[in-house]
């Protein structure tokens, strides 16, 4: 990689993070520490607002902008390809909003690269989710992004009915199926729900509903209990 490249990235890294550490960047960028220590300060002494220091991490400063998008035909043609993939698997409010954001990437690539990415042959017919299961996803996932409890009716995979209500944590993709990660109150523990097995989805709206983090139930404490060589088979079930 060229530096002009490698400095360039560490500016995109950077924007896209609370806080990066060196040792992130090196990573991500196949360098030492050494040499991203000193692309910082070379990018510092050139007047990009990068603060913190060696050590603790990096932040870059409110309204810094960089020059206009400048992706390659192969990476435009992956944003075009990933939307349209998308698309076909969200619930409606998200697949509207990505089909804007990319109408607003391609408007100001160079055309060179807008021409490649539309011509991008790779297409995602609308067969994806049934209706009801697109509205459980955006209630789902709104609920997660407020913290707001959820009620719904639930049948698991030997038939069974119950009731359940749950913190919402996460909604995960497993090829044609979406779950949600939750920690379920009757359980006390953490559940996951196939959301084609919800009926009656309903986002509890009173100030008594609203969920915080607490430790051990938290969407990291689920991840990290989630065992690497099972975890699509437990989480495409419920219980």
Aim: aromatic content about 8%.
């Amino acid at each position: 990689m060229r530096r002009a490249d490698r400095l360039f990235q560490i500016v995109q890294l950077i924007r896209g993070r609370r806080l990066t550490t060196a040792a992130f960047l090196a990573r991500r960028l196949e360098v030492s520490q050494r040499t991203v220590y000193r692309d910082v300060a070379d990018l510092q002494l050139q007047g990009v607002p990068i603060t913190g220091e060696a050590g603790v991490g990096y932040r870059l400063g409110a309204g810094f902008e960089l020059p206009p998008l400048m992706f390659t035909h192969d990476e435009a043609r992956a944003l075009v390809a990933s939307v349209r993939m998308a698309q076909a698997w969200q619930d409606p409010v998200l697949a509207q909003a990505s089909q804007v954001a990319l109408g607003k990437i391609l408007s100001v690539l160079p055309a060179s690269a807008r021409t490649a990415a539309q011509s991008m042959a790779i297409y995602a017919p609308p067969m994806g989710l049934e209706p009801a299961v697109q509205a459980t996803l955006q209630t789902l996932r709104e609920a997660a992004q407020v913290r707001r409890c959820v009620l719904f009716a639930y049948t698991d995979a030997a038939q069974a009915e119950s009731q359940r209500r749950v913190w919402p944590l996460g909604c995960f993709y497993w090829a044609s199926v979406w779950t949600l990660a939750a920690w379920c109150e009757e359980r006390q523990a953490f559940r996951n729900f196939r959301l084609d097995r919800m009926r009656a989805v309903r986002c509890l709206d009173s100030p008594a509903e609203h969920f915080s983090d607490e430790p051990g139930r938290t969407l990291a404490d689920y991840l990290r209990q989630a065992a690497p060589a099972g975890t699509q088979a437990q989480l495409t079930g419920g219980s």
